[in-house]
């Protein structure tokens, strides 16, 4: 299996450790972003990143010491030192849209001619928000993609059979206890429709819930899509990560997909936070050049986490 895209020849990369079995590693130096990153921050994480202008940009989930969720965007020229912005995102909203009651857990990805950001948005219970930037310094927010309740809205980085597509997984207005996950297709990133089921959970990793992680990565053989399974045990959730394949012309059908997660919380700043025992990946760099990926997740709620794999140790996971 061969990643089709851009080479990113300077990209977060450690090798995986000697002796290691593991399909995914961490990054050595784990949390790569703290949760005092900036002055007011309680915590970071569940954050988007890219690559941009030689270096790399995002939006990132930053709740502050009122416990306020907000959105925030930082640049970097290592993908590992990041300079946050003190102040939230201020969307430039458009006539009769009315202002996010919070924002959290975005993905960013480009598409035609701009980064696009799909966030949870605060509108009367948490939905799909999206808005797109050209720089990370102004962003411009757009009509609301679907209506409550819905989280983890995921767009494809280019159209499929002429329409934009995005992944979601409806839910309730709480910790929901369900979850699957749909497709929905439009044709101009305003009206969305023809929504199509993906899948459900199937392994007791995710059995409680999934939810569409990174932006997913073209391949040769299919749409590589990293996505979040929970787990409800006896002292709550436990969120864990695995994989799957979708159709390249028809990404509703999953066409391969890990029977076991690929990570799940065993070290102290995944199991301990404001919500203990969370993985959860919200942003992938994949080089073409070398098939390295690297994963940015979030570790217990509280701080942002590095990890690595290759698209080889992903298929050799997907039994491909």
Not at 254 to 270: D, F, G
Request: aromatic content about 12%; glycine content about 10%; overall charge negative.
């Amino acid at each position: 299996m061969k990643i089709v895209g851009p080479a990113v020849p300077n990209m977060p990369w450690q090798e995986r450790p000697s002796g290691g079995r593991d399909v995914v590693w961490r990054h050595s130096a784990n949390p790569v972003i703290r949760r005092d990153a900036t002055p007011t921050s309680n915590s970071v994480f569940n954050s988007a990143v890219v690559p941009f202008e030689g270096g790399f940009a995002g939006v990132f989930r930053c709740d502050d010491q009122r416990r306020e969720m907000r959105l925030h965007s930082g640049k970097s020229d290592d993908g590992l030192t990041w300079r946050i912005e003190p102040e939230p995102i201020h969307w430039k909203l458009p006539a009769g849209v009315e202002p996010p009651d919070y924002g959290y857990d975005p993905r960013v990805c480009w598409i035609d001619d701009r980064y696009y950001v799909t966030w949870c948005n605060g509108y009367h219970g948490p939905t799909i928000g999206l808005g797109w930037t050209l720089d990370f310094k102004e962003f411009h927010m757009v009509e609301n993609v679907l209506l409550p309740f819905n989280r983890n809205g995921v767009l494809f980085p280019r159209k499929i059979g002429g329409r934009y597509m995005m992944l979601s997984r409806p839910s309730d207005n709480g910790h929901t206890p369900f979850g699957e996950i749909f497709l929905s297709q439009s044709e101009d990133l305003v009206t969305w429709g023809r929504h199509r089921w993906v899948m459900k959970p199937e392994q007791p990793w995710e059995s409680t819930k999934i939810g569409a992680g990174p932006v997913p990565i073209l391949t040769d053989q299919g749409w590589l899509l990293f996505y979040h399974g929970v787990l409800t045990s006896c002292n709550g959730f436990v969120y864990h990560w695995g994989a799957c394949l979708l159709d390249l012309e028809e990404p509703w059908r999953v066409i391969a997909r890990c029977p076991s997660y690929l990570m799940s919380p065993q070290m102290p700043y995944e199991q301990i936070g404001d919500v203990p025992n969370v993985t959860f990946p919200c942003a992938a760099l994949a080089d073409s050049s070398t098939g390295r990926i690297a994963v940015y997740y979030g570790g217990a709620d509280t701080v942002t986490c590095l990890a690595y794999t290759t698209v080889d140790a992903v298929a050799s996971a997907l039994g491909r």
